[in-house]
């Protein structure tokens, strides 16, 4: 736990969202979406950038001198060659020196969820809490390539799944939440921030995600 700690102090969450993605991005620590009753805005600022504390928590597990990780290059499929280059370097800056591999977009997916690099870093969709828990949490998901489970992880997820709808199921998956930022199960850095125009006439009504078309509904305004 300290080194996956670690990784999510070495990132600079607001470089990220104000330069690298000026306008259309925020930072954030968790897997889920910010209109979502499993997020809590409070956990975004749980993993400031602090290299000093990062070198610390690496020297307690065992890496003092950091290590290396080989790890897909995605420019092809997702993200820029400048969100690498600020990976590297932010995660270099606590010892973890990363070799980027080219990967052929066609072989992008299987790669990651084979379990053949044991770090990447990419983009992943966010919809409703069960679904985001279903796509990478579940020791079988998808996005756990190396089906990691935790006790204490299971019988939050146990209870959240099986909760009362309303506030009981809500504090349930914001638990689930809580734990997942906590033990740094994973480092999210930043989550889009989508921009809609439209005509006169027409109406954009946001929709839940998850429920297709997923996006947003429109129609023809009133009047």
Same mark, same amino acid.
Request: aromatic share 8%; charged share 20%.
């Given at each position: 736990?300290?080194?996956?700690? +670690?990784?999510n102090?070495?990132?600079?969450?607001?470089?990220?969202?104000? *330069?690298?993605i000026?306008?259309?991005?925020?930072?954030?620590?968790?897997?889920?979406?910010?209109?979502?009753?499993?997020?809590?805005?409070?956990?975004?600022? @749980?993993?400031?950038?602090?290299?000093?504390?990062?070198?610390k928590?690496?020297?307690? *597990?065992?890496?003092?001198?950091?290590f290396?990780?080989?790890?897909?290059?995605?420019?092809?499929?997702?993200?820029?060659?400048a969100?690498?280059?600020?990976?590297?370097?932010?995660? %270099?800056?606590?010892?973890?020196?990363?070799?980027?591999?080219?990967?052929?977009?066609?072989?992008?997916?299987?790669?990651?969820?084979?379990?053949?690099?044991? @770090?990447?870093?990419?983009?992943?969709?966010?919809?409703?809490?069960?679904?985001?828990?279903?796509?990478?949490?579940?020791?079988s998901?998808a996005?756990?390539?190396?089906?990691?489970s935790?006790?204490?992880?299971?019988?939050?997820?146990?209870?959240?799944?099986?909760?009362?709808?309303?506030?009981?199921?809500?504090?349930?998956?914001?638990?689930?939440?809580?734990?997942?930022? +906590?033990?740094?199960?994973? +480092?999210?850095?930043?989550a889009?921030?989508?921009?809609? *125009?439209?005509?006169?006439?027409?109406?954009?009504?946001?929709?839940s995600?998850?429920?297709?078309?997923?996006?947003?509904?429109?129609?023809?305004?009133? %009047?």
């Amino acid at each position: 736990m300290e080194v996956r700690q +670690a990784i999510n102090l070495a990132l600079d969450r607001d470089l990220f969202a104000n *330069a690298l993605i000026p306008g259309g991005s925020r930072k954030t620590a968790q897997i889920f979406a910010s209109d979502t009753t499993a997020y809590d805005e409070s956990l975004d600022d @749980m993993y400031p950038r602090d290299v000093a504390k990062a070198k610390k928590l690496m020297a307690e *597990a065992g890496h003092p001198d950091g290590f290396s990780v080989t790890m897909p290059d995605l420019t092809s499929f997702a993200g820029t060659p400048a969100l690498n280059t600020a990976v590297e370097k932010q995660l %270099g800056a606590i010892g973890v020196k990363v070799k980027w591999e080219k990967v052929p977009p066609q072989e992008v997916l299987g790669a990651m969820q084979s379990g053949e690099y044991p @770090m990447f870093f990419t983009s992943m969709p966010s919809k409703k809490p069960w679904q985001d828990i279903q796509l990478s949490v579940l020791r079988s998901a998808a996005w756990n390539p190396f089906q990691t489970s935790d006790p204490e992880l299971t019988e939050l997820v146990r209870a959240a799944r099986y909760a009362d709808p309303g506030p009981a199921r809500d504090a349930a998956f914001k638990a689930v939440n809580r734990w997942l930022v +906590a033990n740094a199960w994973y +480092a999210p850095i930043m989550a889009p921030v989508q921009a809609w *125009a439209s005509g006169s006439g027409v109406r954009i009504e946001r929709q839940s995600q998850g429920s297709p078309p997923d996006l947003v509904r429109f129609q023809r305004s009133e %009047g």
